[in-house]
């Protein structure tokens, strides 16, 4: 498998197809996978976090999530990369996946009602889907309570939406004890999902300008986006 190095950060060379083949082998590979959707501010938070820059590089695929990972991936190795695999955009074919080979899926985090929606959503489409889910929290003290839910359901595919860095160090922290094939953190994609939070429009997301949408609606978005300038800079620094 073709990889990038994004200022030290791995990024594999996968488009969507390819990155759902590879889960599907992950599941039946067995034992803990944990899948990153890395974007821009996961690189740069990397940089000045050695725990969180550990985690992304145990995991076992690191998928581009965002324009500004492509463009610096295409730099630095994957000339070929069609384009971002987010994690909104990959949990409705993952879903089908689950559906299609019965495997087991939960969903974890979000405010209460959020994940439960999204799971009623999810059955709607494919009412053989064996979908669980839990608000739960990255706090510890919620740590056995979660365990207990996902162990009963007998997950195999487990979405943690806490948010990074918290969804991919809580995996970590819990992976001898989760019991599942493949972790994946996926942030607000929950929301996006079930309408809380409207996307951008598809001609904006084609060209790249899906970030600038969520500024719009959500100004306090710009203390996390002002690390990409400096990020634009270090990436066109580090050359070809």
Same mark, same amino acid.
């Given at each position: 498998?073709?990889?990038?190095?994004?200022?030290?950060?791995?990024? @594999?060379?996968?488009?969507?197809? %390819?990155?759902?083949?590879?889960?599907?082998?992950?599941?039946?590979?067995?034992?803990?996978?944990?899948?990153?959707?890395?974007?821009?501010?996961?690189?740069?938070?990397?940089?000045?976090?050695?725990?969180? %820059?550990?985690?992304?590089?145990?995991?076992?695929?690191? !998928?581009?999530?965002?324009?500004?990972?492509?463009?610096?991936?295409?730099?630095?190795?994957?000339?070929?990369?069609?384009?971002?695999?987010?994690?909104?955009?990959?949990?409705?074919?993952?879903? %089908?996946?689950?559906?299609?080979?019965?495997?087991?899926?939960?969903? !974890?985090? %979000?405010?209460?009602?959020?994940?439960?929606?999204?799971?009623?959503?999810?059955? $709607?489409?494919?009412?053989?889907?064996?979908?669980?889910?839990?608000?739960?929290?990255? @706090?510890?003290?919620?740590?056995?309570?979660?365990?207990?839910?996902?162990?009963?359901?007998?997950?195999?595919?487990?979405?943690?939406?806490?948010?990074?860095?918290?969804?991919?160090?809580?995996?970590?922290?819990?992976?001898?004890?989760?019991? +599942?094939?493949?972790?994946?953190? +996926?942030?607000?994609?929950?929301?996006?999902?079930?309408?809380?939070?409207?996307?951008?429009?598809? #001609?904006?997301?084609?060209?790249?300008?899906? #970030?600038?949408?969520?500024?719009?609606?959500?100004? #306090?978005?710009?203390?996390?986006?002002?690390?990409?300038? +400096?990020? $634009?800079?270090?990436?066109?620094?580090?050359?070809?």
């Amino acid at each position: 498998m073709t990889q990038a190095r994004v200022l030290g950060v791995r990024v @594999d060379c996968l488009d969507m197809p %390819a990155a759902l083949d590879r889960i599907d082998g992950l599941v039946q590979e067995g034992g803990l996978h944990l899948v990153a959707t890395v974007n821009p501010e996961f690189i740069m938070k990397a940089r000045s976090d050695g725990e969180f %820059a550990r985690v992304l590089e145990s995991a076992d695929l690191c !998928l581009p999530d965002g324009t500004g990972v492509v463009w610096a991936a295409r730099r630095q190795g994957c000339p070929m990369m069609s384009g971002p695999v987010t994690g909104v955009d990959l949990i409705p074919p993952l879903a %089908a996946l689950c559906a299609r080979r019965g495997y087991r899926l939960f969903l !974890l985090g %979000a405010p209460p009602g959020v994940a439960a929606e999204l799971a009623s959503r999810l059955r $709607a489409r494919h009412p053989h889907l064996e979908v669980a889910s839990h608000p739960g929290s990255s @706090d510890p003290s919620s740590d056995e309570e979660t365990l207990s839910l996902i162990r009963a359901h007998r997950t195999q595919v487990l979405l943690v939406a806490f948010g990074a860095p918290k969804q991919e160090l809580w995996i970590d922290r819990l992976k001898g004890r989760l019991g +599942v094939a493949v972790g994946i953190g +996926v942030g607000g994609a929950y929301d996006y999902l079930t309408g809380r939070v409207p996307r951008a429009p598809v #001609w904006m997301r084609r060209a790249g300008l899906e #970030w600038l949408h969520r500024l719009i609606r959500q100004p #306090w978005r710009i203390r996390r986006m002002a690390v990409l300038p +400096v990020y $634009a800079i270090k990436v066109l620094g580090a050359g070809k």
